[in-house]
């Protein structure tokens, strides 16, 4: 049994999280801004400790002080803006956390392309700055290329550009301090993500769910689990390019998202986030897979290795889908075509209006998460919410 003297310390964090690490032997603490406290986070620990935002220095500094008083054993955060903070804390006390290497990689895209550009893993890409340079290197891109900024989440500020015309706009409207561009080959290809869990240097794909955008859009709408068979689509090759990847930025410990584009010739990377994915992957995981990514990477920081009895025992389903919308639909008749299915979660709020716009991951409304252990009953209800939104008026 791990050792109960053992402490913990999250940066951050959603408070479904909190709820996973019930009857594990360590003691918690958290560093949470006062808006984000919430019950399971109260139900967990009482050590939890203001903080204003998620700037670093503040946070280690908040991390060294506490640490002075009662040391931790790992420091880690779930949560996106968590990262950062949490890696360098654990980095400057000398203490087990989330690696900062590998971190400072994934957070910067263009870091991470550039530590991986003698490798399989490669993609053609350039920081770009200027009109010039972005003109210079559509040029070279049979297929348009894809700008993003070094650090983003929920597809904003990404485009696809196949002409001079978007890219002459986009320079015309942009502010003068804006830093520079990554830009990226335009890679074809069925998207996919990949769930993959780490334990003490053991890397694992949990999951691989078919994504699909929302016509039209570089925004995730769709993913489903398990990812449907396509041809020339090898799954084995899909894992075992994500454990190569993992190993190639040196990965420790914990969940990471990884995210594919893959054609019959090729699997090429989009990107790679050193967290459970959005869109309640890591819940659809835990459902079809029986994986608690939040608990295992807990459970089993110090010692110990997962069980395939207790991860059998928490499967509950086969298939099951994670689906946003574009536009609102009916709650109502939505539950109607899920009615053959579990819906594990309706995120979805009767008074929800469409954006105006729709161009990252905030537009979106929803999730709906649904799961069964029939394959007709599953593919009913994702064609039938297909057909329902095609029904919806348009935005
Ligand atoms: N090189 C590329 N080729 C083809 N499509 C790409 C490429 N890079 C990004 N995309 C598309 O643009 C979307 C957003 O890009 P990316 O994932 O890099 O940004 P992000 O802001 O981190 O998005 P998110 O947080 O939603 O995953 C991707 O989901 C993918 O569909
Ligand atoms: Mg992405």
Redesign the pocket.
């Known amino acids: 049994m791990a050792n109960p003297s053992k402490h913990v310390l999250f940066i951050g964090g959603h408070d479904e999280t909190f709820q996973h690490y019930d009857g594990l032997p360590f003691r918690f603490t958290c560093l949470q801004r006062p808006q984000s406290v919430g019950p399971n986070l109260q139900g967990l620990t009482s050590a939890i400790h203001p903080i204003e935002d998620f700037d670093t220095d503040r946070i280690v500094a908040q991390s060294c002080a506490l640490h002075a008083q009662d040391p931790f054993d790992f420091i880690l955060s779930f949560t996106e803006d968590g990262l950062l903070p949490s890696a360098v804390a654990a980095d400057t006390l000398g203490v087990p956390g989330i690696d900062l290497h590998a971190c400072g990689l994934c957070i910067d895209?263009s870091l991470m392309r550039t530590h991986l550009q003698h490798t399989r893993f490669a993609?053609p890409h350039q920081e770009c700055s200027t009109l010039s340079d972005a003109l210079a290197f559509l040029a070279s891109c049979p297929d348009g290329a894809?700008f993003?900024p070094f650090r983003?989440?929920?597809?904003?500020?990404?485009f696809?550009a196949k002409e001079r015309a978007t890219l002459e706009q986009h320079f015309a409207e942009r502010a003068a301090n804006a830093g520079a561009l990554l830009a990226?080959?335009?890679?074809?290809g069925r998207?996919f993500s990949v769930e993959t869990l780490t334990i003490r240097g053991q890397h694992e794909v949990v999951a691989i769910t078919a994504?699909e955008?929302e016509p039209g859009t570089?925004?995730?709408i769709q993913h489903l689990l398990p990812a449907p068979e396509y041809d020339g689509v090898d799954q084995a090759a899909i894992s075992e390019f994500c454990i190569g990847l993992l190993d190639e930025i040196g990965y420790k410990h914990g969940p990471c998202h990884i995210?594919l584009?893959v054609s019959a010739d090729r699997i090429?990377l989009?990107?790679i986030?050193n967290r459970v994915g959005?869109d309640l992957l890591g819940h659809l995981a835990h459902l079809t897979k029986g994986v608690n990514m939040y608990r295992e990477t807990i459970e089993f920081l110090f010692e110990g290795l997962p069980s395939p009895a207790y991860r059998a025992s928490q499967k509950k389903f086969e298939f099951g889908a994670s689906r946003s919308f574009r536009q609102m639909v009916s709650v109502d008749a939505l539950k109607t075509v899920l009615a053959n299915v579990h819906v594990d979660k309706m995120l979805l709020d009767e008074n929800a209006q469409a954006a105006p716009h729709f161009r990252s991951?905030d537009d979106r409304l929803g999730p709906v998460v649904f799961a069964t252990n029939s394959g007709v009953a599953f593919n009913d209800a994702v064609d039938a919410i297909k057909r329902l939104v095609a029904q919806a008026p348009a935005v």
Do not use: F, W
């Open positions: 895209k993609l894809i993003k983003g989440a929920g597809s904003e500020g990404v696809h990226e080959a335009y890679i074809g998207m994504v955008l570089l925004v995730p995210e584009k090429a989009i990107e986030n959005g991951t």
